[in-house]
């Protein structure tokens, strides 16, 4: 995780995070729960919106990577629909038998598959 010791690319990456979250039109708690975060951490969303950068934990940097990615293979996915791209997180899928947020809400593991789906497709 070298590349991410740097607090100017944590800040990068914090706010890039937000916007996905913006994008993906999600709850407060789903964001939460993608960062691995609980309610008492709220306040970090705010901040890192604002340029605060992300924790630097492995944890953290792992789930804003796979978020990214997944964000990134979407749109590789579904280059001429955005709307598609950006509301896939939430539709139902069968090959997980819940819209894959509700697999990248379960932690690490959970976004590791729905990454690996994706890069698989």
Known sequence: MDKFENIEVRCTLAKMIVRL???WEISLEDKLSLLGLDNSDRKLLGDFGRGSP???TEEMLKRATMLLEIH???HMLFPENRNLAYSWVKTYNQRFGHP???IMKSGLQ?????YKYLDSV
């Open 100 to 102: 894959p947020l509700e």
């Open 54 to 56: 992300l924790p630097e």
């Open 72 to 74: 990134k293979n979407l």
């Open 21 to 23: 979250f913006r994008l």
């Open 110 to 114: 959970g976004l590791a598959s729905v």
